[in-house]
């Protein structure tokens, strides 16, 4: 008998992905501005990335990115517990802990990482993790890795959520939720949700990546805005990549779980430490996030007009409060025609499909920027209902 080719299995899964039009394909951005995206020479109003706060290209974040560069150099050199620490990220998880308000904090260099080090480091074998259906895929695998117990229960549903924990009292468990769903963009029941986790002695991580400078008081994300402290979520783990425009997370929480993970989380032990370039980008977008209220405020009311507006026109949208707007398609050939009819029309939407979401929850992922001005949600809503017309031709009246 031969051995089964690699290659063989990657062509014929590719066929397969061109046939069922699964093909994800990259978009090259030649250039961007705010959210005008340089795409093939032609410029586009993006409706589709996660710089909520519009701080990734602002002149303060990039000046101090060039300053600490010029200072240290463009990498660190070496991994925190090496040689790679400096005084940049250690004022950077200082400064995210005093945000926060929590004990202690650790700079990883993704949230992919960070969810990943979290879980490895804290559960064993015949731990139980407890997650939300609609948790982000680094979670599950993370769970995965760890070898540990998973359970999903359906999404938001903190009942279920603590019947999945009841079922073995004598085992060690961790509850886990997105603050704000990446997909939904709705505010998962933290402190339903810590209650369980109170009362089925669970450890509660929630993963705040969308709702970090967003969400609450001087954008302090989704547990503080739930009144909740490090005592009912000893960890939170916040992305420096979405509002805070540049690339990384902080694990924040209880001092000793914080130091733990310093010393035994694999991807955080054996990877490089970001450039402190980076950290100092970071440190200067989260002044802008802590201080200006106001871009917090335009975010607000421009997702409030784009719902109000989208609605009225009888498009079918999620219920969230947050950047995140996802506009539900009957089939995904409804998703995939409509980003494609937008595009045409100046705008860059981007078509989500199973299995990134449930089947049958096909839909465009529109998300809002504080950069995008009133009328470019006016000339959405226009274009999206250019789009539907078209849309509803093309399929014969399917969509
Ligand atoms: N958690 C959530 C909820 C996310 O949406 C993402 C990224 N989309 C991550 C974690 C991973 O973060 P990063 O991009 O920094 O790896």
Same mark, same amino acid.
């Given at each position: 008998m031969s051995r089964p080719s690699l290659r063989q299995r990657v062509d014929d899964a590719r066929v397969l992905r061109g046939a069922r039009q699964r093909r994800r394909q990259r978009l090259v951005v030649e250039r961007r501005d705010g959210m005008r995206f340089d795409i093939g020479g032609r410029w586009l109003t993006a409706f589709c990335g996660n710089d909520y706060l519009g701080l990734s290209q602002h002149f303060s974040v990039v000046g101090a990115l060039q300053d600490e560069a010029a200072r240290s /150099? #463009? $990498? #660190? /050199? $070496?991994s925190h517990l090496i040689s790679g620490h400096t005084a940049t990220h250690e004022r950077l998880e200082r400064e995210v802990a005093d945000w926060l308000q929590v004990p202690a904090a650790l700079y990883f260099s993704s949230g992919w990482a960070a969810n990943l080090a979290v879980l490895q480091s804290l559960l064993e074998k015949d731990d139980l993790c407890v997650q939300d259906r609609l948790n982000h895929a680094s979670l599950i695998d993370a769970a995965r890795l760890a070898g540990c117990r998973l359970r999903r229960y359906p999404h938001g549903n903190s009942e279920a959520a603590q019947r999945q924990l009841r079922g073995d009292p004598e085992v060690a468990a961790m509850l886990i939720s997105d603050g704000v769903f990446s997909m939904d963009g709705d505010i998962a029941p933290l402190r339903d949700l810590a209650m369980v986790a109170r009362l089925q002695q669970a450890l509660l991580y929630v993963d705040d990546a969308h709702g970090i400078g967003v969400i609450g008081e001087e954008g302090r994300g989704s547990v503080a805005a739930a009144g909740l402290d490090h005592q009912q979520v000893p960890l939170q783990m916040v992305t420096l990549s979405k509002a805070l425009g540049g690339v990384g997370a902080v694990v924040a929480g209880d001092a000793g779980l914080i130091g733990h993970l310093a010393e035994t989380a694999r991807p955080y032990v054996y990877t490089t430490a970001l450039p402190p370039a980076m950290a100092a980008a970071t440190l200067a977008a989260i002044k802008l996030a802590r201080r200006e209220h106001w871009r917090r405020e335009r975010l607000g009311s421009l997702i409030s007009s784009f719902r109000d507006a989208a609605r009225h026109h009888g498009f079918r949208l999620l219920d969230?409060?947050?950047?995140i707007q996802p506009l539900l398609c009957d089939s995904d050939a409804e998703a995939l025609a409509m980003a494609g009819a937008l595009r045409e029309l100046g705008y860059l939407v981007v078509a989500i499909l199973p299995p990134t979401v449930p089947q049958n929850g096909a839909r465009l992922r529109i998300t809002l920027s504080t950069l995008h001005a009133p009328e470019d949600v006016d000339g959405l809503v226009r274009a999206l209902l250019r789009a539907r017309d078209e849309t509803t031709r093309r399929l014969g009246g399917a969509a």
């Open positions: /150099g #463009a $990498g #660190a /050199g $070496g969230s409060d947050t950047p």
